[in-house]
């Protein structure tokens, strides 16, 4: 790609210093400490803390495109302490203590991330305004309060998720259809692309090389091969994500999910008035099939959502950023959110991948036999997660006994996806089903008892 602002809008509002990559390509055999495969928020994160930890080691990141190409420079801008599995489905796989660990330290993960990008002086136009998930029927309105009654179940409170009265609501948005909403406080807006490109400077201050538009077709325990070069370390670090199917004997782990984002124009202050959001809350809404959104540092929407299509084989190909017809439904549905919206122009519209694993469970890892480790498989919630991700495997290698290593996504092995054809038509089919799921509650007013099926088989 020539022109890395066409990556997404995120890319697009760089300024020339962050969107400029003079990084060399691997041309020549290496030796390190430590090679990380990925150039997004996992491969740099776990880079941050290793150097940060002993500044004597020797770590060097190989990127197959440009740092931040990836689901890292085109997401939602959600710094969040979402994580895809539920406390109660940990507890029931780990134990309730270790479940409510592991989400204490999804909320611990936020401020972390917010103390790095204070302290390392990170432009990222970092806001934390938290987070609203509408509730817009009856129907998601009960669910909304059957979702608070589990969270306080589980020992956490109002300080930490709430429900808000649809009056409490419009204070903070003055969304449509308002039967009230969710909101956690455990949530910044970001510019995303504006993270990664920043963390990939500040690693490189620390003393990490990075190697950009260098393919990896194997890895091995001690070994990254590419088609010129070969780097030798004691340890590799698997961080591709979305991207995992490309590398040779990885094609099962993940199935590569497309989203698709828009950006709008960027709305006057009158505008924002009939709409709210003043603290820039990210927010969503409880239909099945997801949506996110948030209103960006200049202040334009950016809106996403599911709804395109699995490519057989787990293709990734940058045709399948585009699909116009989902483009256009997700303009819809801001529209009806927030009417104000209707008449204004959408300046970008792009997407990419993202990493589902088999069982919707994350995971990070350090097989200490071959020294391969690896983390990943974030269904969308990567942004935060990955910074977990970062510090636990920086424990890992380093052979530090913190209280992340004890967390139950470490070492957690997902199965593989089925062989294809079985593959595309479970993906497909179980997208269809979610947006048949919607269309049927809004219609009859009662629960469809599809997504709890399709969570039989996803393991959601």
């Not at 010129?228 to 991207?243: D, F, L, N, P």
């Not at 209707?342 to 088999?358: C, E």
């Not at 020294?371 to 052979?399: K, Q």
Request: charged share 20%; aromatic share 10%; glycine share 10%.
């Amino acid at each position: 790609m020539t022109d890395n602002r066409n990556i997404s809008f995120w890319w697009d509002t760089l300024p020339p210093a962050l969107t400029k990559s003079d990084r060399p390509e691997l041309t020549n055999d290496l030796d390190v400490d430590i090679a990380i495969v990925g150039g997004g928020y996992t491969g740099l994160w776990t880079a941050y803390y290793l150097a940060k930890q002993n500044p004597n080691l020797t770590i060097a990141i190989v990127e197959a495109q440009v740092v931040g190409f990836g689901a890292s420079g085109r997401n939602g801008g959600w710094c969040s302490a979402l994580f895809p599995t539920s406390v109660s489905k940990l507890a029931k796989q780990f134990g309730p203590n270790r479940a409510v660990a592991m989400q204490r330290a999804m909320h611990n993960t936020v401020s972390e991330i917010e103390q790095v990008v204070a302290s390392e002086n990170i432009d990222c136009d970092w806001q934390r305004g938290g987070s609203l998930v509408f509730a817009r029927t009856a129907l998601q309105q009960a669910r909304a309060q059957a979702e608070i009654a589990e969270w306080e179940s589980w020992g956490f409170d109002s300080t930490d998720y709430a429900y808000l009265s649809p009056e409490q609501t419009t204070a903070q948005a003055k969304v449509t259809n308002n039967f009230g909403s969710i909101y956690t406080k455990h949530v910044a807006a970001i510019n995303p692309a504006k993270l990664v490109r920043e963390l990939a400077r500040l690693v490189e201050t620390l003393g990490v090389q990075i190697f950009e538009n260098t393919t990896v077709v194997q890895i091995h325990p001690g070994m990254v091969v590419t088609p010129q070069a070969v780097i030798r370390s004691k340890y590799v670090v698997r961080a591709t994500e979305g991207y995992t199917p490309s590398i040779e004997g990885h094609k099962r782990i993940v199935a590569p999910i497309y989203s698709l984002m828009l950006a709008t124009e960027p709305l006057s202050e009158s505008d924002w008035d009939q709409i709210g959001l003043a603290k820039r809350q990210t927010f969503s809404d409880g239909r099945n099939l997801i949506i996110y959104g948030q209103r960006t540092a200049d202040n334009r929407f950016a809106f996403g959502g599911r709804g395109a299509p699995y490519h057989f084989g787990s293709k990734i190909k940058a045709q399948y950023d585009q699909v116009p017809k989902v483009h256009n439904a997700l303009k819809k549905i801001l529209g009806e959110l927030f009417p104000v919206v209707q008449n204004k122009a959408v300046t970008h519209t792009w997407g990419g991948p993202l990493g589902i694993t088999r069982d919707w469970m994350p995971s990070v890892g350090l097989n200490k036999h071959t020294g391969l480790a690896w983390a990943g498989g974030y269904v969308g919630d990567g942004v935060g997660t990955s910074n977990l991700a970062g510090r636990t495997l920086a424990d890992l290698i380093s052979h530090n006994a913190s209280n992340l290593i004890d967390l139950p996504w470490v070492n957690h092995k997902s199965p593989n996806w089925e062989l294809e054809p079985l593959r595309w038509l479970g993906a497909n089919i179980g997208l269809q089903a979610m947006t048949f799921s919607d269309h049927f509650e809004n219609r009859s007013g009662k629960d469809s008892v599809i997504p709890k099926i399709v969570g039989r088989f996803t393991g959601k």
